[in-house]
């Protein structure tokens, strides 16, 4: 029931085979998971809960469960639930591993743009396809990038030209490409939007916002909107800490960070395998089910999105491989690009947004990035394979099979979206609790208690989501289901739903950089409300794609230079440090000041890694 259209030009896409770049990556993790514990410190590894070095620890962290199924159940498991062929998982062609990007190297972008005539470009940081581009779409797709972040959008473009000649297949469409088959759902209003820190995902591209009017019958939920990791988001305590208070403890904060934050693929939480019993109550009730078993502080839940509780979560809709997934991870980061990380205030652009969030250069905070694990995963394949099933009854249509929905009253839609909101508060309880393990190393460390170090919420923000907001469309009050995928919720000052410390300031949007750099905090402007549904950018963004950062990046050489730039780092899989290295993303101070001069969030501060703890 779908219709992909055939590559014509370089802003064209092809066909692609839709598990086969999640079946290469996750046998990746598999494998790498049983390499030593890295540190760039030559540091006693940790002993307990480390994850590493003792097999008994790998044990329980699931290791021997995901090792001990064959090749392809254990992709069926981690991959989406579908079998690959040998020949759907081969090496990776050039094309797939060329920087094409390289060839806009030294030009302005006007001369970047005549290979790229239907992109419009105003003069500023704006760029837009036009209705009509794609057939069927309904509104603009656009995009914000300066040069350095436009060539990297274009050189996407090029290698996906070069992968059309070479007959090659497999991978994702270009972002680009996906922002103007996104713009073709049904109910689409406003515009298919992406953020400077955009690139190719699943159907819709990782930094791709895009919002339907829940007064049009025809208007569809898509789960690759939302994306595999329901409600990954981000987490911000502050202290009263200094950096030259941590100096002393350094290594052995991270060293006991390590210890109590199971880290890495499979199983392993704070508190232990949930019984079935609690999950239900987690997923129903997100961090009000922990704060009444106190595992978060009274005050935590008025300074998470939504109250740490989407309403409208149904646990009965989160199928038994769901919770079978989830119950053992509770409480964990898992891999990939999430972290814990020790910062610390490095400067300070808004001095009144960053007094309201107890923010003062040298100030020790933690990040914590994460969101709700294999459980998230298997709902959004669940929910994909049940909107390809339907979508030929509901009469809808896709140019991308990978863009599979669902229209959001029906049945299916609504029961995608009650299993979305009890994943999204799995994830919130998930960075509750990892926070609790936080708050308890540092007591230990430092022999002081938690509350006396001031170690407090600041803000956790979701940026994989899909949720019913009121915004203004050309003058009209409409109620719009948006969907944020590798996009942070960004509302205005004196946003009836922003917590009485931030009405002044606007919404604090969290902003992760990559392994070593440095990371923000923003604010939501009014021109965000305007223009992008309340939105902003969550991340640098990958650069490079993960096979092309394993055959050109040494992880020992990445692990020396992370330490020169004095972060102490905490790695459990050798092979992920190349994956994770900074050269693999794009500059995250590049998509900030894009956001921050584009008027769609503000800068407050930036922040600095001192320890980084990842899986």
């Known amino acids: 029931s779908s219709s992909i259209p055939q590559p014509l030009n370089p802003l064209r896409g092809g066909s692609q085979d839709t598990f086969s770049r999640t079946w290469s990556y996750l046998s990746d993790l598999t494998s790498s998971f049983k390499s030593q514990l890295f540190s760039n410190t030559i540091a006693p590894q940790p002993k307990a809960h480390s994850s590493q070095g003792n097999p008994q620890i790998n044990t329980k962290r699931g290791l021997q469960g995901l090792n001990a199924l064959s090749p392809q159940k254990a992709g069926a498991l ?114 298919s939007i992406g953020m400077p820190d955009i690139h190719s995902g699943y159907g819709f591209a990782i930094g791709n916002v895009a919002g339907v009017d829940l007064q049009d019958p025809d208007a569809v939920v898509s789960p690759g909107g939302v994306g595999f990791d329901i409600n990954c988001g981000v987490r911000l305590l502050r202290s009263n800490l200094k950096v030259e208070d941590l100096e002393p403890v350094k290594d052995k904060l991270a060293d006991q960070l390590f210890r109590v934050i199971p880290v890495g693929v499979g199983d392993g939480s704070v508190l232990g395998k949930a019984s079935e019993q609690e999950l239900d109550q987690i997923l129903s009730q997100g961090m009000v089910w922990a704060e009444k078993r106190g595992l978060c502080w009274p005050e935590d839940r008025s300074l998470v999105e939504e109250g740490g509780k989407f309403e409208g979560a149904d646990p009965g809709a989160v199928s038994s491989r769901a919770k079978a997934r989830g119950c053992g991870q509770c409480g964990s980061l898992g891999s990939g690009n999430h972290y814990a990380e020790v910062q610390c205030v490095d400067e300070v652009f808004d001095e009144e947004a960053a007094d309201a969030m107890g923010l003062k250069v040298g100030t020790i905070c933690i990040m914590l990035h994460s969101g709700s694990r294999g459980l998230g995963h298997q709902v959004c394949t669940d929910a994909l394979e049940s909107a390809s099933e339907v979508m030929e009854k509901q009469n809808i249509k896709v140019v991308d099979r990978q863009l599979a929905c669902c229209k959001v009253e029906s049945p299916e839609g609504q029961r995608y979206l009650a299993a979305m909101r009890a994943a999204a508060n799995f994830a919130f309880v998930n960075r509750s609790l990892m926070a609790k393990a936080v708050r308890e190393a540092f007591a230990k460390v430092f022999g002081r208690d938690a509350k006396d170090m001031g170690l407090h919420l600041v803000y956790d923000v979701s940026h994989n989501i899909a949720k019913e907001e009121e915004h203004v469309i050309e003058g009209v009050q409409k109620r719009v289901l948006v969907h944020r995928k590798g996009a942070t919720r960004a509302f205005k000052p004196g946003h009836p739903e922003l917590p009485e410390v931030y009405q002044k300031v606007g919404q604090p949007v969290l902003v992760g950089g990559s392994m070593g750099t440095c990371s923000y905090v923003l604010t939501g402007t009014d021109k965000a409300m305007e223009q992008t549904f309340g939105s902003t950018c969550h991340g640098a963004g990958r650069a490079m794609s993960r096979t092309k950062a394993l055959r050109s990046l040494d992880s020992k050489d990445v692990l020396g230079r992370v330490q020169a730039m004095g972060c102490t780092t905490r790695v459990a899989t050798k092979r992920l440090v190349a994956e994770e290295a900074p050269e693999s993303y794009k500059d995250v101070s590049e998509v900030v000041d894009t956001c921050h001069e584009a008027g769609i969030s503000r800068k407050c501060v930036r922040l600095r890694p001192l320890i980084c703890i990842k899986g």
Do not use: C
């Open 78 to 191: 981690r991959g989406g639930g579908k079998r690959m062929r040998k020949s759907q998982h081969s090496t990776p062609k050039p094309a797939d591993v060329k920087d094409y990007s390289k060839e806009l190297e030294g030009l302005e972008i006007e001369e970047m743009l005549k290979r790229f005539p239907a992109l419009e470009w105003n003069g500023g940081l704006h760029f837009v396809l036009r209705k009509g581009y794609v057939d069927s779409m309904n509104v603009d797709a656009s995009f914000y990038a300066n040069k350095a972040l436009l060539k990297l959008v274009l050189g996407e473009l090029l290698a996906n030209e070069a992968k059309s000649l070479e007959g090659s297949k497999g991978g994702f469409l270009p972002a680009v490409e996906q922002l103007a088959n996104v713009a073709t759902l049904p109910g689409v209003i406003h515009g």
